[in-house]
């Protein structure tokens, strides 16, 4: 029963660390697998695997069946530690919005775009409202809608009006 106790104790020791260090240990278990074993995922392994080891050990008298009750809850604990540091940290891909992902966007102006000169727009892009300096190839009023057409600098973007009043 001890080692089961030692190897939960683990799982929460390592877990303690996961959350004071961060995605540093990621890095260690970085080439195992696509993705699957994070620092959450084993720590959560070891944990269920020790205590309910060693529950199972108490309970039934029986070593080799308290191993298969610690690995199947190990596994359980693990997948479920995954999916839910995968939705705590998100996808990543709409975390950091860029310019270029302004492309195609509708917006509307909020400060008027005069003919040949630049006004500003706002544009949500996955959550994010982003205020940009806007360039039309007509005068656009404040409140119409625009499509960005072209990413001019990382902070400009030439647009279009969707519909003129």
């Known amino acids: ?91 990543g891909e709409t975390d950091t919005v860029r310019t270029s992902d302004m492309v195609e966007k509708i917006g509307s102006v909020v400060s008027a775009i005069p003919d040949g000169g630049f006004g500003v727009v706002s544009i949500s892009v996955g959550g994010h409202i982003t205020r940009l300096n806007a360039r039309s190839s007509t005068a656009v009023p404040a409140g119409t809608q625009i499509s960005v057409t072209q990413v001019i600098s990382p902070t400009a973007v030439q647009v279009e009006p969707l519909f003129l009043p």
Do not use: P, Q
């Open 1 to 91: 029963m001890t080692v089961f106790l030692v190897v939960g104790a683990l799982g929460v020791v390592l877990l303690l660390v996961a959350l004071l260090v961060g995605d540093v240990l990621d890095g260690a278990l970085e080439g195992l697998g696509a993705g699957f074993f994070s620092t959450e995922a084993l720590a959560g392994f070891l944990g269920a695997l020790g205590f309910g080891g060693a529950i199972a050990l108490e309970v039934t008298g029986s070593a080799s069946l308290a191993v298969v009750v610690g690995v199947v809850l190990g596994v359980l604990l693990a997948v479920a530690a995954t999916k839910a540091s995968r939705f705590l940290h998100g996808s």
